[in-house]
T-cell receptor, first 115, second 115 residues
Framework: AQSVTQPDIHITVSEGASLELRCNYS??????LFWYVQSPGQGLQLLLK??????LVQGIKGFEAEFKRSQSSFNLRKPSVHWSDAAEYFCAVGAVMRGNTPLVFGKGTRLSVIA | DSGVTQTPKHLITATGQRVTLRCSPRSGDLSVYWYQQSLDQGLQFLIQ???????AKGNILERFSAQQFPDLHSELNLSSLELGDSALYFCASSVGASGGTDTQYFGPGTRLTVL
């Protein structure tokens, strides 16, 4: 079965600063990786996903993520954070094999943005 | 707006009671997924239905059951409720059967409070 670890529970960054949210996964086969964002009182919205090909994936809202197989990581980055980016971010790994939980989420990283 | 609707938005009930949560998927989506989000457990996959059939099962309690109807909407039934069942319940939908690779679109959630 697959698993996901997001080591940082809470991160605070200044508006305009760069951001990197960490995600490590465990899965025996080729992973399908996702980043979702949850704003307060909202459902989850997909930021980006990686299936294969180019290891640098571009998403919505100026986010990107890089898949590094050797490190089992899929870190999310943004060059300049806006106050509206304050939210909870979830990394998820998808399983191809039937019988596994389709999508396993990390515990999330809460992002606070200060002026 | 993801196109996934959930009702009700909030539900307050007492221990021992039974409630039904409803979800309508995006137009054209055949899969419906149910998740439970709590502070201590994070986002936990409960169950998936694809075109009316149960497709995958996660950490769903025996007191909980779900079904998907011919019009593709789904209901999650929670019975003999306990204080620990208080959580945010999300529904998601996707086009295909593979929840691990398809993009899942999330509804706004139903917040259940058990007193």
């Amino acid at each position: 079965a697959q698993s996901v670890t997001q080591p940082d529970i809470h991160i605070t960054v200044s508006e305009g600063a760069s951001l990197e949210l960490r995600c490590n996964y465990s899965y025996g086969a080729t992973p399908y990786l996702f980043w979702y964002v949850q704003s307060p009182g909202q459902g989850l919205q997909l930021l980006l996903k990686y299936f294969s090909g180019d290891t640098l994936v571009q998403g919505i809202k100026g986010f990107e993520a890089e898949f590094k197989r050797s490190q089992s990581s899929f870190n999310l980055r943004k060059p300049s954070v806006h106050w509206s980016d304050a939210a909870e971010y979830f990394c998820a790994v998808g399983a191809v094999m039937r019988g596994n939980t389709p999508l396993v989420f990390g515990k999330g990283t809460r992002l606070s943005v200060i002026a | 707006d993801s196109g996934v609707t959930q009702t009700p938005k909030h539900l307050i009930t007492a221990t021992g009671q039974r409630v039904t949560l409803r979800c309508s998927p995006r137009s054209g989506d055949l899969s419906v997924y149910w998740y439970q989000q709590s502070l201590d457990q994070g986002l936990q996959f409960l169950i998936q239905y694809y075109n009316g059939e149960e497709r995958a099962k996660g950490n769903i309690l025996e007191r909980f059951s779900a079904q998907q109807f011919p019009d593709l909407h789904s209901e999650l039934n929670l019975s003999s409720l306990e204080l620990g069942d208080s959580a945010l319940y999300f529904c998601a939908s996707s086009v295909g059967a593979s929840g691990g690779t398809d993009t899942q679109y999330f509804g706004p959630g139903t917040r259940l409070t058990v007193l």
